[in-house]
């Protein structure tokens, strides 16, 4: 739904957060079919790329709603790149062999059956896409190719992928359904049903139905969630268990705060006060040896566990550990510093790095709001900025109170004189500009203009009609 009014006040991002921001949107606005700087060890386990984009995904939708939620232009084409990847065969071909392997079934189709790991991610990304974009591109069968081979194609987009989600959550006795064959991993479901929900409201749909409500209950009936209130990472079938980790608690905290809060908070208050020592000014951890594994990479390291323990953190309003963690980040993993200003953390893989991301963009309540869709129609009505030329610009700030455009805008390769394409303005009305070349702009029938700017430092515009 939408409230109408901001649900706090949108942040500006900091000269290290755009440099965080830089190192995804240079992964995600090369080529389609470019996958230069991701992670590329095998497609079954963590460090496959589909964890990688979508967690990019994630980050950059996180951004558009902290930061920048009257901007558009290459943060919305970022996210919208990545999802096309989401579509290349070596994202998503692994599940032909697995399905044979584990089920004895033939069907490259990735979507039909189990394979929530893809499947759930990928609705989630769709969801947070078209929840700040209000755009239906990605909807309808076809939008979404994925191409087998030569002579074979599979026609996807966001409402059958929805409906696949939700065939396989109703024909599973646990209502959870497998990642890979016969393995049931409670994150990748919370994740899927993140994506579900998120449909049914953009959809006016009702295919998850009474799911949410089974999908808890089977978290406690299937004993995914322990008596002393953490999860196991995953159960397979004769007793087959994964032990519970750390960064598994903490990603379950911040998706279910989308589903069932209380269960998020609940979550949240255990690994506070049985994992987490938070003395400031160093934070530590009372970890188990599986702790210590970055999944995206399966190196040693402890990258993994801090990155989702300060999305969480960010997620549950704990403003205390999540500085500490930032600071705990910095100091310990430290970042790779590349020529044209992006930055990264050093020796992590990138599931890592776009976590990060997301938690450095993360605030309270974060994806719980964007999910459910809580965000302000002056948001969607107002001025925008349509395009500004990346790595020129970097859009630190983009608000709009429904009259009004304020920005805040830094340089990202020196100083430049450059244009800003600005939309949804009142047709023909003229605006005061505030830091542009020009002290005044008409915009044209469609509600259109440019406007100039000057660019060497920080630099606040305002675009705001005439009285």
Not at 51 to 66: D, E, I, K, P
Not at 71 to 85: S, T
Not at 185 to 208: I, Q, S, T
Not at 450 to 462: G, K, N, P, Y
Request: charged share 20%; aromatic share 10%.
């Amino acid at each position: 739904m939408s409230t109408g009014i901001a649900p706090v006040a949108v942040t500006e991002s900091s000269a290290n957060d755009l440099a965080s921001l830089r190192y995804l949107l240079d992964l995600a606005l090369q080529p389609i079919d470019d996958f230069t700087g991701f992670t590329r060890l095998e497609q079954i386990g963590g460090s496959a790329l589909r964890y990688q984009l979508s967690y990019a995904g994630y980050a950059l939708s996180m951004a558009q709603y902290t930061r920048t939620p009257a901007f558009g232009g290459y943060l919305a084409e970022a996210q919208a790149n990545l999802i096309r990847k989401m579509c290349d065969k070596r994202v998503w071909g692994y599940w032909a062999t697995e399905q044979l392997a584990g089920y004895l079934r033939w069907n490259p189709d990735p979507m039909t059956f189990g394979n929530v790991m893809y499947t759930g991610f990928f609705a989630a990304m769709l969801a947070l896409y078209e929840s700040l974009n209000g755009t239906g591109e990605f909807d309808d069968p076809g939008s979404l190719e994925l191409r087998w081979s030569t002579e074979k194609s599979f026609h996807y987009g966001y409402t059958p992928i929805a409906e696949a989600i939700a065939r396989n959550m109703r024909q599973s006795r646990q209502t959870l359904y497998p990642c890979e064959p016969h393995l049931i991993y409670p994150m990748c479901n919370a994740v899927a049903m993140v994506g579900l929900c998120a449909y049914d409201r953009l959809h006016h749909r009702d295919l998850a139905g009474d799911l949410p409500e089974k999908m808890q209950q089977s978290l406690f009936d299937n004993k995914f969630r322990r008596r002393d209130g953490r999860f196991v990472f995953g159960r397979g079938p004769l007793g087959l268990v994964f032990p519970p980790m750390i960064a598994n608690d903490a990603v379950m905290t911040y998706w279910l705060n989308a589903l069932t809060p209380d269960l998020a908070h609940d979550t949240w208050d255990v690994l506070r006060r049985t994992r987490i020592r938070n003395r400031s000014p160093r934070v530590g951890l009372r970890t188990t040896p599986v702790d210590h594994l970055d999944v995206g990479s399966y190196r040693p390291g402890d990258g993994w566990a801090w990155a989702n323990l300060l999305i969480a953190a960010r997620e549950m309003g704990d403003t205390e550990v999540a500085d500490t963690i930032t600071e705990k980040i910095t100091a310990d993993i430290g970042f790779d510093h590349s020529p044209h200003g992006a930055h990264k953390l050093h020796g992590v893989s990138t599931w890592v790095n776009c976590a990060h991301v997301l938690g450095r963009m993360t605030r309270p309540d974060g994806m719980r709001d964007l999910a459910s869709g809580e965000i302000a129609d002056t948001w969607r009505h107002g001025p925008r900025l349509d395009s500004a030329g990346y790595p020129d610009v970097l859009v630190a700030k983009a608000l709009t109170d429904g009259t009004t455009l304020q920005l805040v805008l830094r340089p990202g390769a020196g100083p430049t004189r450059t244009a800003l394409r600005l939309s949804r303005l009142r047709p023909s009305a003229t605006y005061a500009l505030r830091g542009a070349i020009s002290d005044e702009v008409t915009a044209d029938h469609d509600g259109r203009a440019i406007i100039e700017v000057d660019l060497s430092a920080r630099l606040e515009v305002q675009v705001r009609p005439h009285v």
